[in-house]
């Protein structure tokens, strides 16, 4: 299936029903009041994370949606039945983003979360409502009111155990590949992975977890280089991070300062990652017999885990796999759950500070558009060329 993290919908709330204009007609009544019933309320959107979906593509080929409207009253003072609810299915970890205020109106971070993005318009009045002492045969009746309509956008973080961390072509796809039944993209050059892949690693019958692989990040992340901000967000939802290092790279470069700089570009985004376990992992020792790399990580991190492995032969791979599930076992359910939060209200602040930047875009562009159009009517007597 397709790995879609953000799309844009248009979802409309259903209309409310009109009231009824009815009298009572009876046989035994010959002058029977008012008896018109009110509408029934439109029925409203709603998102549901589910467990069982962690893709949007369904929004990408069907993104419009409506709720139904409320039926209309009726006489007998009857009220007519509210519009049935809309609900659609998300996966856990959506956000949800209005597209025309670009204002962050909510986020759906667990299995079961719901929330509302349009509501119903209310119900009209039948004419019984506006029966009073000095009209006593009102002919008075209001429509329902309009649901409300929004352009909304959604976007995901993948909800995952482990996130692999690292540069591009640091064999992150190679590694999940090995250890799960995925099978990303694997090619000798940079930003082969596109977009998160994510594989469920089975230790035995009763243990697995998922690992989600994250395109490679570059210096600039932070800020925006190599779509590094929509990136990072994917690894707001994991438990342990996995910092995968190249020992060997083919520019030459020093692998500690690889490590700094995408760490930087980690903390800048959201400085509550420090908290969150990083795990090490140098990779590709198939390509070399020099460990000095390994033991230079392990004397610059001594309080982290660091496990030198080969994505591509396997080597180390099994013990650093064991190691993960045993880490994840031990880690502190309800401190997990804070920093998780802490970090999401990160990545919802950067939102915000993306919305005023677009903003600020928006109105310098519509006071540029605004301004007077300079005529030259120095060769035109009819004083209406403008100036080219």
């Known amino acids: 299936m397709q790995f879609v993290d953000e799309v844009a919908v248009t979802v409309a709330a259903g209309k409310g029903g009109p009231g009824a204009l009815s009298f009572r007609r009876e046989k035994s009544v010959p002058r029977g009041g008012p008896d018109g019933g009110d509408g029934g309320d439109g029925g409203d959107v709603l998102l549901v994370a589910n467990e069982a979906l962690n893709t949007l593509v369904d929004f990408r080929f069907q993104p419009h949606y409506r709720a139904e409207n409320g039926h209309p009253g009726a006489g007998r003072n009857r009220t007519g039945a509210s519009g049935e609810d809309l609900t659609l299915r998300v996966p856990a970890g959506t956000t949800v983003i209005d597209e025309d205020t670009l204002e962050v109106i909510g986020d759906l971070p667990h299995a079961g979360s719901s929330l509302v993005v349009a509501r119903g318009g209310r119900r009209g009045a039948g004419n019984a409502r506006f029966k009073s002492s000095t009209d006593r045969a009102p002919r008075r009746t209001t429509p329902g009111e309009p649901g409300e309509r929004r352009a909304l956008r959604l976007q995901l973080q993948v909800i995952a155990d482990v996130g692999l961390l690292g540069l591009p072509n640091a064999g992150k796809s190679t590694f999940i590949a090995r250890v799960s039944a995925s099978r990303p993209k694997i090619a000798d050059y940079p930003f082969t992975t596109l977009v998160p892949n994510l594989g469920v690693v089975r230790i035995d019958t009763d243990t697995s977890f ?12 932070a800020a925006g280089a190599g779509l590094g901000t929509r990136f990072l967000r994917h690894l707001a939802r994991t438990r342990i991070l996995l910092h995968m290092v ?17 760490e930087r570009e980690l903390l800048a985004y959201s400085p509550a990652f420090a908290e969150r376990p990083i795990w090490m992992a140098p990779n590709k020792m198939d390509l070399t017999t020099d460990t000095r790399v390994a033991d230079a990580i392990r ?13 591509a032969t396997g080597e180390g791979v ?11 076992a031990g880690i502190d359910v309800e401190a997990e759950a804070a920093l998780r939060q802490r970090i999401s209200h990160d990545v919802l602040l950067r939102s915000e500070a993306e919305r005023r930047a ?21 060769d035109d007597p009819a004083g209406a060329g403008p100036r080219t």
């Open 210 to 221: 998922v690992v989600a692989d994250i395109p490679g990040l570059v210096p600039g992340a």
């Open 358 to 378: 677009i903003m600020t875009e928006r109105e310098a562009g519509d006071t540029a558009d605004d301004q007077d159009i300079d005529f030259d009517v120095s």
């Open 299 to 311: 004397s610059r991190y001594p309080d982290r885990a660091v496990f030198p492995v080969s994505a």
């Open 246 to 262: 190249d020992v060997a790279p083919p520019d030459g470069s020093d692998p500690l300062h690889n490590i700094d700089a995408i």
């Open 318 to 328: 099994p013990a650093l796999v064991r190691a993960l599930a045993a880490g994840l």
